[in-house]
């Protein structure tokens, strides 16, 4: 069936250093894939998404590319920031305009001044 | 906008009581999903209503848990006889009729003692 695999946490990094979290994923035909991160004590924002092959989505200096020949979908970002700890979410849903998401189970993020 | 509203935010139950989590959609959307969130873990899709309609109950366990979205008023995710393993965070996400763009609650963190 369709799932998300995401790299464990937690992850502890200095501020402005380079963040990579990977994701892979498993689906049948063309998924829309998407990173939401949670704030503590907060729902889950979208962060970013890419609904087809060599898409990239970007937002707040995030980056994935959507790549198909090897099914992942990594999140970077150049230089983070203390604001940034939080957890991250990779996701799938199946076809376009699916109704349910398929989550990974999430990255511990943070940043220490 | 208010955005999706979720509530309570905490919720303590004593096993065997009923636990009722509430969840009213952003204004416009008519589509209303329904997640948990077990601790350390990342979100499992229960439910998909949309107004008076069950469309997708596949993530639903098969005893002791319903959902309703009545014509009038918000989505109701009712827990009966809550156990301890009934413990954890619910989200709800609602969207457009389009089905795209998600928003997600703030979630009800329910406790069963």
């Known amino acids: 069936g369709d799932s998300v695999t995401q790299m464990e946490g937690p992850v502890t990094l200095s501020e402005e250093a380079f963040l990579t979290i990977n994701c892979t994923y498993t689906a049948t035909g063309y998924p829309s894939l998407f990173w939401y991160v949670q704030y503590p004590g907060e729902g889950l924002q979208l962060l970013l998404k890419?609904?087809?092959?060599?898409d990239k989505g970007s937002n707040k200096g995030f980056e994935a590319t959507y790549r198909k020949e090897t099914t992942s979908f990594h999140l970077e970002k150049g230089s983070v920031q203390v604001s940034d700890s939080a957890v991250y979410f990779c996701a799938l849903s199946a076809r376009t305009g699916a109704n349910n998401l398929f989550f990974g189970t999430g990255t511990r993020l943070t940043v220490i001044p | 906008n208010a955005g999706v509203m979720q509530n309570p935010r905490h919720l303590v139950r004593r096993r065997g009581q009923e636990a009722r989590l509430r969840c009213s959609p952003m204004k416009g959307h008519s589509h209303v999903y329904w997640y948990r969130q077990l601790p350390e873990e990342g979100l499992k899709f229960m439910v998909y209503l949309q107004k008076e309609n069950i469309i997708d109950e596949s993530g639903m366990p098969k005893e002791r848990f319903s959902a309703e979205f009545p014509k009038e008023g918000p989505s109701i995710l009712r827990i009966q006889q809550v156990v301890r393993g009934d413990s954890a965070a619910y989200f709800c996400a609602s969207s457009p009729p389009e089905g795209n763009g998600y928003t997600f609650g703030s979630g009800t963190r329910l406790t069963v003692v």
């Open positions: 890419a609904t087809k092959a060599d």
